[in-house]
């Protein structure tokens, strides 16, 4: 049996599109929310140091999962927020919680995207997000 990364993540994130079905799902629910609470932890230490500002800037997110860092970045107030994700069951979850936001079913390994359709409203790409990579 070969490995279908599409079939997978859709299999995944329609049985448990939350902390238990991504991050670690085969470790138990509490380390995984745990796991989260410590990277979002790091993650505003990291901005307040840098002072780092989001109000004018446009999010790129490769792999969105279950929305964990989409919904983390979407708070910061970015001008534009793009998420990627090979799943349909991730993509349309957060286009209906963000509708004023873009997400687009993709795969990466096959696809290329342009990255200058982020030129909207006069905005420069200001943040990629993608802290782990498969």
């Known amino acids: 049996m070969s490995y279908n990364a599409k079939e997978y993540w859709?299999?995944?994130?329609?049985?448990?599109?939350?902390?238990a079905g991504v991050c670690w799902p085969q470790w138990p629910l509490s380390y995984n929310k745990w796991l989260h609470k410590q990277q979002r932890e790091t993650f505003?230490?990291?901005?307040?140091?840098?002072?780092?500002?989001?109000?004018?800037?446009?999010?790129?997110?490769?792999?969105?999962?279950?929305?964990?860092?989409?919904?983390?970045?979407?708070?910061?107030?970015?001008?534009?927020?793009?998420?990627?994700?090979?799943?349909?069951?991730?993509?349309?979850?957060?286009?209906s919680k963000y509708p004023n936001h873009s997400f687009v079913e993709c795969d990466f390994l096959s696809q290329f995207i342009n990255l200058t359709t982020m030129r909207e409203n006069n905005s420069t790409l200001g943040f990629v997000s993608k802290c782990f990579c498969i």
């Open 44 to 95: 505003e230490l990291i901005l307040q140091k840098y002072q780092f500002d989001f109000a004018k800037k446009s999010i790129f997110e490769i792999g969105t999962g279950s929305g964990f860092w989409s919904d983390i970045l979407i708070s910061k107030g970015c001008l534009i927020f793009k998420g990627f994700d090979i799943s349909i069951v991730s993509t349309q979850k957060l286009q």
């Open 10 to 19: 859709n299999n995944l994130l329609e049985e448990s599109c939350d902390d």
